[in-house]
């Protein structure tokens, strides 16, 4: 899993990657992986801060959404794009 930071720090993307391996965890001669891209971010509207230094003591109770972005995977010479 690769996570990064969005610009505005409220949510991560996320590629996690599956591979093929054979007996001796080794990828497999012929291609036989699959990547998921992920998009975590909090839903909703941010709570509101009512002085300058309570912004740290207001919690965040949004829920988190986990939105698919893209899947991608490749079965011996055949890659295949999923949006």
């Given at each position: 899993m690769t996570p990064s930071r969005?610009?505005?720090d409220d949510g991560v993307k996320v590629t996690i990657r599956l591979v093929a391996l054979d007996e001796q965890e080794t990828e497999l001669a012929s291609p036989?992986?699959?990547t998921t891209y992920l998009d975590i971010v909090k839903f909703g509207a941010k709570p509101e801060v009512k002085?300058?230094?309570e912004k740290d003591?207001?919690?965040d109770s949004r829920p988190w959404v986990?939105?698919?972005v893209k899947r991608e995977a490749t079965v011996g010479a055949f890659?295949?794009?999923c949006a």
């Open positions: 969005h610009k505005d036989n992986e699959q002085e300058e230094g003591k207001v919690e986990v939105k698919v890659p295949s794009i």
